[in-house]
């Protein structure tokens, strides 16, 4: 007889699952798929009974109710459901969150993601399964290894010691690396981050700044940071580190944020086109996680000024993306916790949406692409059993993912989250 440790359960439930999976995406891929009585839900904007068609991984065509669905179709009643672009994560790390996390954000209906930092080699290794149909996750934008000062045994990152460090690790990032921008982080020294900023540029690759403790997010913005990521660790440490050494204060750097400098700082933002990613769910964890009097903690307090904070960006016309810092058990947001946040801050349901839809396609320069629902546009796509614009909680009630043009239906979901959880 056979043994069958308990140890082994999961891997074989795992194994199972992706092989159901690979197996109905590969069906799938071959037909086309009608999604008939749908709302399509797409910029602030309803269009009810409509018909939509996917085919060879694009939308095909919209229609009212009755058009005509191509010949060997698979046709989907999706009456009382709706269908938006498939969200996109805007600061994930993949490489901490490990293999089983590309299935769990397909589940998830995320079918694109910014890579904030990780293994270069990798990533390309799943992007490029995943273009070539063997294996199902999303699409994958990448920094690769982050660019910061010296931080012994933290990995996927360049340490960069000097301007001419900086200037030499952008060059091998786009020739050697073919990264798709760069990403600063807070370690890195002043001098070499203008280096590495001008580098940048002179190479055609977008910035994305951990906010280097020694710039400040003026002259980050100023620099050419396109996205500034994190509204605690950047934004309010910036304001924090500008007050005199001895007279320090977070509290005093909140009230910053919410009052005439932050107004400044946003105005400048808003000219410049410096996006900002505010990652709040990530905080929000941070606070739940470590904090635990009966009392208002204070943390949670200051969780309610970065929400202000968020409300007087979006009020001065800056840019906003939906980031959920996600990597895993390590760190086990999502962006639907983005999203909600959002909300709570001030956000419409429709404007939390578009910054995980059609603002994250714009900010990537793929508005051509994907990011709405439109003819000729990637199919991908989340099927929702609410309407998000009613309660944009309802991102979470999915019925179906549609990835590259491969319908899941709610059952196969379920399916993928189980195989990714189970590895």
């Known amino acids: 007889m056979i043994s069958n440790p308990r140890g082994m359960i999961p891997q074989l439930v795992f194994a199972r699952c992706l092989i159901l999976v690979l197996l109905l995406a590969r069906g799938a891929a071959e037909e086309p798929v009608v999604l008939r009585h749908v709302t399509i839900v797409d910029r602030g904007t309803r269009r009810a009974d409509a018909t939509l068609v996917v085919d060879q991984g694009k939308i095909a065509s919209i229609g009212t109710a009755d058009a005509e669905a191509p010949r060997g179709a698979r046709v989907v009643d999706c009456a009382g459901q709706f269908v938006i672009p498939g969200l996109w994560d805007m600061h994930v790390h993949l490489s901490f969150a490990g293999e089983p996390a590309l299935l769990d954000l397909v589940a998830a209906g995320v079918t694109g993601v910014r890579d904030m930092g990780g293994d270069v080699w990798q990533l390309d290794g799943w992007r490029r399964e995943i273009a070539e149909g063997v294996r199902i996750g999303p699409t994958i934008v990448q920094a690769g290894p982050l660019l910061d000062g010296p931080k012994p045994g933290l990995p996927h990152r360049i340490t960069v010691a000097s301007a001419e460090d900086g200037r030499q690790a952008v060059a091998v990032l786009k020739r050697g690396l073919h990264v798709d921008f760069v990403k600063v982080h807070n370690g890195l020294a002043r001098d070499a981050f203008f280096a590495v900023a001008a580098e940048a540029k002179k190479q055609g ?205 709610s059952d196969q979901v379920r399916l993928l989250a189980v195989g990714a959880r189970s590895r």
């Open 205 to 409: 690759l977008p910035l994305a700044c951990h906010l280097p403790t020694a710039v400040t997010a003026e002259e980050a913005s100023s620099g050419g940071c396109k996205s500034i990521e994190h509204i605690a660790e950047s934004i309010v440490s910036s304001l924090y580190l500008q007050q005199p050494e001895k007279s320090r204060s977070f509290e005093r750097a909140l009230d910053d944020l919410t009052g005439p400098a932050g107004a400044r700082l946003f105005a400048l933002f808003a000219r410049n086109g410096t996006w900002v990613d505010p990652t709040l769910a990530a905080f929000q964890r941070f606070a739940d996680t470590s904090e635990t009097s009966a009392q208002e903690r204070p943390r949670t307090a200051a969780m309610k000024r970065l929400l202000e904070g968020v409300a007087r960006m979006r009020a001065a016309g800056v840019k906003l993306l939906a980031g959920s810092d996600m990597a895993g058990s390590f760190w086990p947001t999502d962006v639907h916790d983005e999203l909600r946040l959002l909300v709570q801050a001030g956000l419409s349901p429709a404007e939390a949406l578009a910054s995980a839809t059609s603002e994250a396609a714009a900010f990537l320069g793929l508005q051509d692409e994907t990011g709405s629902v439109v003819p000729g546009k990637a199919a991908d796509l989340v099927l929702l059993r609410g309407d998000p614009l009613a309660d944009i909680r309802n991102t979470r009630a999915i019925a179906a993912v549609v990835v590259r043009g491969r319908y899941f239906s």
